[in-house]
């Protein structure tokens, strides 16, 4: 995909989602750190259906803490993995009390050192919660960079990387749920929808389905 290209292609999405936003519920960095964490291998539905009465009664690391690791897995039971995540949850709750005064650090390192916390949930709360111009590269992100030439690479960092790299500045904010929407409901995995697709004249992917 050209430069031309990719301004146009992100231009069309910035005008039909001007302001996009993460699809998980949260109500403040903390919140938002927790269920990124626990959407690993979930749905977004699925974790806000589990945190619409976790987030009621736990909103800090020290309401996490005092809800224990058993309160915590009653919530989100629902979820996969929830045995490893609600240890992970409680333990990064612990280090945020520790060593972080309650609060959800900014700074990439300090995040990743987290249990149960990645690149990609790191990438997510830098760019929701602080502006950061972050891109977490979940599946979506992979096979929409793949599958349209916008920035093909083999592994999850080498799309990050030209992401970053091929986004023009003013896009970089919200690249991230550009994509993620964009692979969620239009470009889809088995039978991505061409057919209404806002940037299929740009798009590389030689088998457009009509649909």
Known sequence: MTPEHIQE?????????????????????????VAVALSAQSTDVGVNKATAALFKAVTTPAAMVALGEAGLKAHIRTIGLFNTKAKNVIALSEILLRDHGGEVPRERAALEALPGVGRKTANVVLNEAFGEETCAVDTHIFRVANRTGLAPGKTVLAVENGLMARTPAPFRRHAHHWLILHGRYVCTARKPHCGRCPVADLCDFPDKSPA
């Open 9 to 33: 292609f992100y231009a069309r999405l910035a005008a039909a989602v001007p302001e996009p936003r993460t699809e998980l519920n949260y109500l403040n960095v903390y919140t938002l750190l």
